[in-house]
C-alpha cells in the first residue's frame, strides 16, 4: 500500500501531544514492510525535540522550504502520485489528487470551545475543511467524536472512527531503591500538576486552592515558564519552599515524578484525550480529575473523579480520605493499573491501520 505521510506538525510545533501522536504512529509504520511510505517534510522539522527522535530514510522524504509557512500550512497538498494511495496528513490538509483517499486526524475541539476571533476562524475553517473533504475521521476519543459531530452534524458518521491515544510503555510502578531524583519534598508528601498553567480551561487555579487548604506541596512538570509574578502569587498562595517547577522533563524523570507523588491532580474542563491521566495510573498514582468532556471516559472507574460543580472542600475531603483510608488508596490505584492497561501505541497504531487497510478496500 503507497502512503503519503504529511509531517507539518513537527514545523508547526517544538513539541505537543499532536507531536507525540504522530512520532509513535510513525516509529511503527516505517518498520513495517506492507507500506510503500513517502513523507512531505519542511526545512525546520528537526527544530521539533519528537522528529529528532525519528530516523526515517532521507530517500523517502521530499524536503519543502519552510520559508512562507505561515500561509502555506492552510494550503491542501496535490501529490504528483499517479497511482491509489493513501494520503494522511498531520494537520488538517488533505491531498487533492483524485488518486488519493484522505485520512484526517482530530485530537479536540479547543478553539471551537475557548479560542476567539480571527485565530479561531482560520484554525476552524481549515479543520473543517479537512473533516469533511477526508474519506476517512479519526477521533482521539468518543468525546471527541462527539464534539465533531455536534458542530458538524452534516458529517456522515459512518467515516469517523474512534482510535484512543496510547501510553508510552517506560510509565511503571518502580521500586524505591530505584529513585533517583533529588527532591524538596519526601515522597507521598506531594501532589503532581502536568501540563499548561495559563490555559483557562486547564483549571489550575483549584490546584492552587487544593493545595493551599491541603496544606500539600505541589510539583508542576512542564507548562508556560515561571515569572516572578506567577513565582510571588504561588509563594503568596502555598508558601515559600512548598512548590517546584520543573520544565524539560525526561519520561524517565516523569516516571519517578509520578511514582513518588501522593495524586496528580488533573482538573481540567476540557481534554481530547489526557494522556497524563493514563501516564500516572500506570506508575500506581491516583488522578483527582473531573467529570468533563473525554475524562470520564478515560479515566475509568474511580471514586476520584468528581463533578465539574463540586467544591473545593468536597474535592479535599475526597482526598483526605484517600490518604487516610488505606483500603480507599489500594483499591484506586489497584483500578487505576487496570484501566491503564486498555491504553498502548501498539493498539492505536494497529487501529489507525486497520483504518487505512478498510480504506484502501472501498
Not at 58 to 78: A, N, Q, T, W
Not at 83 to 111: G, M, Q, W
Not at 162 to 179: I, P, W
Not at 205 to 224: D, F, H, N, R, S
Request: glycine share 4%; with cysteine.
Amino acid at each position: 500500500m503507497q502512503v503519503l505521510l504529511d509531517n507539518i506538525i513537527y514545523s508547526l510545533q517544538k513539541s505537543g501531544g499532536a507531536s507525540v501522536v504522530w512520532t509513535e504512529h510513525l516509529k511503527r509504520l516505517v518498520s513495517n514492510d506492507n507500506y510503500d511510505l513517502r513523507f512531505i517534510e519542511y526545512s525546520n522539522a528537526d527544530e521539533n525535540i519528537f522528529r529528532r527522535s525519528l530516523n526515517l530514510p532521507d530517500i523517502l522524504i521530499e524536503r519543502r522550504s519552510s520559508i512562507g509557512l505561515k500561509l502555506f500550512r492552510y494550503i491542501d497538498v496535490k501529490s504528483q502520485i499517479e497511482e491509489n494511495h493513501l494520503f494522511h496528513s498531520s494537520h488538517y490538509r488533505i491531498d487533492k489528487n483524485p488518486s488519493a483517499k484522505n485520512v484526517t486526524t482530530v485530537h479536540d475541539f479547543v478553539y471551537e470551545k475557548y479560542v476567539s476571533g480571527f485565530r479561531q476562524k482560520v484554525h476552524s475553517i481549515q479543520k473543517w475543511h479537512a473533516i469533511r473533504k477526508a474519506d476517512a475521521v479519526i477521533c482521539i476519543s468518543e468525546s471527541t467524536k462527539r464534539d465533531l459531530l455536534t458542530y458538524l452534524p452534516d458529517v456522515n458518521e459512518n467515516k469517523v472512527y474512534v482510535v484512543h491515544n496510547g501510553v508510552n510503555s517506560l510509565f511503571r510502578k518502580m521500586k524505591t531503591a530505584e529513585y533517583k531524583l533529588k527532591l524538596p519534598f519526601e515522597t507521598n508528601e506531594y501532589a503532581i500538576y502536568v501540563g499548561s498553567r495559563h490555559v483557562p480551561y486547564k483549571n489550575f487555579a483549584t490546584v492552587i486552592k487544593i493545595c493551599k487548604q491541603l496544606k500539600t506541596p505541589l510539583v508542576m512538570v512542564g507548562g508556560e515558564y515561571m515569572g516572578d509574578k506567577e513565582t510571588a502569587f504561588l509563594t503568596d498562595q502555598l508558601g515559600s519552599g512548598h512548590f517546584i517547577c520543573l520544565r524539560g522533563t525526561s519520561n524517565e524523570d516523569l516516571n519517578e515524578l509520578y511514582n513518588r507523588a501522593c495524586i496528580l491532580l488533573y482538573p481540567s474542563l476540557y481534554e481530547g484525550f489526557g494522556i497524563p491521566v493514563i501516564e500516572a495510573q500506570r506508575c500506581g498514582c491516583p488522578v483527582l480529575c473531573m467529570e468533563s468532556s473525554s475524562i470520564p471516559e478515560i479515566v475509568g472507574d474511580s471514586e476520584l473523579c468528581m463533578p465539574i460543580d463540586s467544591s473545593i472542600e468536597g474535592i479535599c475531603s475526597r482526598i483526605e480520605e484517600l490518604i487516610r483510608n488505606t483500603s480507599f488508596l489500594e483499591k484506586e490505584t489497584a483500578k487505576g493499573l487496570e484501566n491503564s492497561k486498555r491504553f498502548s501505541w501498539d493498539k492505536t497504531y494497529k487501529q489507525t491501520t486497520d483504518v487505512y487497510r478498510l480504506l484502501m478496500c472501498k
